[in-house]
């Protein structure tokens, strides 16, 4: 499974756009890449998942690039509640899912007043 | 009510004693997976099942054991507790063909002393 590195920690204001980077050069043709959102005390929560160029929902924006070495979640607009710790994953995805993820460290993101 | 729930949410255990953490999932899905989490770490996998005659070791399996008595629950044992085995513990669940996209339980956070 592909290595992923993303910052450890991350500060942005309420109403700011959030662009959180991640870098996976090793990732293989049949790799999506996938991010989870985490509270303190609770389970990660899906939030995104895209294979290459851009992929929109109701809460976020996944940018990939056609390299697809790296990639962007993009949360627009943040509030004190988007206080959490956000982690990228990268692995054999859609029809190819093997439902092993691996979790890094992931970004602390704290949103300030 | 949630879609799956851990029991105990919280427990205190001595050296050598067996837990089992339980698992109840009623999203209707085949796959089940449990997970540890350390302080500042992400979550690393320690088993998984596919459906119910099919038991997978995660990345971190020794000192565990598990047992997936229908398509609804997954158990987790561990047959003589340690200390270094204190920790956050997450169940989670998805779909056959969305395994990248898995619905966490809120944790059992155990402390083994």
């Known amino acids: 499974l592909a290595k992923t590195t993303q910052p450890i920690s991350m500060d942005s204001y309420e109403g700011q756009e959030v662009n959180i980077t991640c870098s996976h050069n090793?990732?293989?043709?049949?790799?999506?890449i996938t991010w989870y959102q985490q509270f303190p005390s609770q389970g990660p929560r899906f939030i995104i998942q895209g294979y290459k160029t851009k992929v929109t929902n109701e809460v976020a924006s996944l940018f990939i690039p056609a390299d697809r070495k790296s990639s962007t979640l993009s949360l627009p607009r943040v509030s004190l509640s988007d206080t959490a710790v956000y982690y990228c994953l990268v692995g054999p995805g859609g029809s190819s899912n093997t439902g092993k993820l691996i979790f890094g460290q992931g970004t602390t993101l704290q949103v300030k007043p | 009510d949630a879609d799956v729930t851990q029991t105990p949410r919280n427990r205190i255990t001595k050296t050598g004693k067996r837990i089992m953490l339980e698992c109840s999932q009623t999203k209707g899905h085949d796959r089940m997976y449990w997970y540890r989490q350390d302080p500042g770490l992400g979550l690393r996998l320690i088993y998984y099942?596919?459906?119910?005659?099919?038991?997978n070791k995660g990345e971190i399996s020794d000192g565990y054991s598990v047992s997936r008595q229908a398509q609804a629950k997954f158990s987790l044992s561990l047959e003589s507790a340690i200390p270094n085995q204190t920790a956050l513990y997450f169940c989670?669940?998805?779909?056959?063909?969305?395994?990248?996209?898995?619905?966490f339980g809120p944790g059992t956070r155990l402390t083994v002393t």
């Open positions: 099942s596919f459906d119910v005659k099919d038991i």
């Open positions: 989670a669940t998805s779909a056959r063909t969305g395994g990248d996209e898995q619905y």
């Open positions: 090793n990732i293989a043709t049949n790799d999506y």
